[in-house]
């Protein structure tokens, strides 16, 4: 997935694939984890410059909600 992100904003990424608004990360690991012992975060992105990145998670498509 492309995406065009923009210089000086903190971007968070959802990892889990629990997110209802891929790729970005709107929390939904918090209860996952809690009912599954798991350690799911978001990853942050912040650029020094806007850029377009080519993004891919292995657990966008393998975990259910």
Request: hydrophobic share 20%; glycine share 2%; with cysteine.
């Amino acid at each position: 997935m492309e995406l065009k992100l923009k210089k000086n904003i903190k971007y968070s990424i959802c990892s889990c694939g629990l997110s209802d608004k891929l790729p970005y990360c709107d929390n939904n690991h918090r209860e996952y984890n809690k009912k599954n012992n798991t350690s799911y975060k978001s990853v942050k992105i912040y650029l020094k410059e806007d850029k377009c990145i080519d993004l891919k998670c292995s657990n966008w498509d393998t975990l259910e909600k």
